[in-house]
Nanobody, 128 residues
Framework: QLQLEESGGGPVQAGGSLRLSCAAS????????MGWFRQAPGKEREFVAA????????YYGTSVKGRFTISRDNAKHTVYLQMNSLKPEDTAVYYC?????????????????????WGQGTQVTVSS
């Protein structure tokens, strides 16, 4: 089972950028699709982005599409989330997770219940 650890969060002003990293331990990382989710206080966990095991296919939530980019480096066992043009509403704890169904592509918004091995999360705070 993979263990995941997120990093790279912090405070940033609106319009700024951050790059989150999710480091995985375990030899099977390169064979699994991965995803990023976020959760703001008092809100449900929200899908952000997903990437197939080989990095070819990606899928984004509508609120981040065009601003965020998910990528992965299988040699480093790491998945990234580049976040540009940040807005105050992007403030949340960001989590990475493994796609338990290991999909190559997604036809609809992925559900958090379809993901596992959640990391502890990293806080992103965007000030206006």
């Amino acid at each position: 089972q993979l263990q995941l650890e997120e990093s790279g969060g912090g405070p940033v002003q609106a319009g700024g950028s951050l790059r989150l990293s999710c480091a995985a331990s375990g030899r099977t990382f390169s064979t699994y699709a991965m995803g990023w989710f976020r959760q703001a206080p008092g809100k449900e966990r929200e899908f952000v982005a997903a990437i197939s095991w080989n990095g070819i296919n990606t899928y984004y939530g509508t609120s981040v599409k065009g601003r965020f980019t998910i990528s992965r480096d299988n040699a480093k066992h790491t998945v990234y989330l580049q976040m540009n043009s940040l807005k105050p509403e992007d403030t949340a704890v960001y989590y990475c997770a493994v796609d338990l169904f290991n999909k190559d592509y997604w036809l609809g918004v992925p559900k958090s219940a379809d993901f596992g091995s959640w990391g502890q999360g990293t806080q992103v705070t965007v000030s206006s």
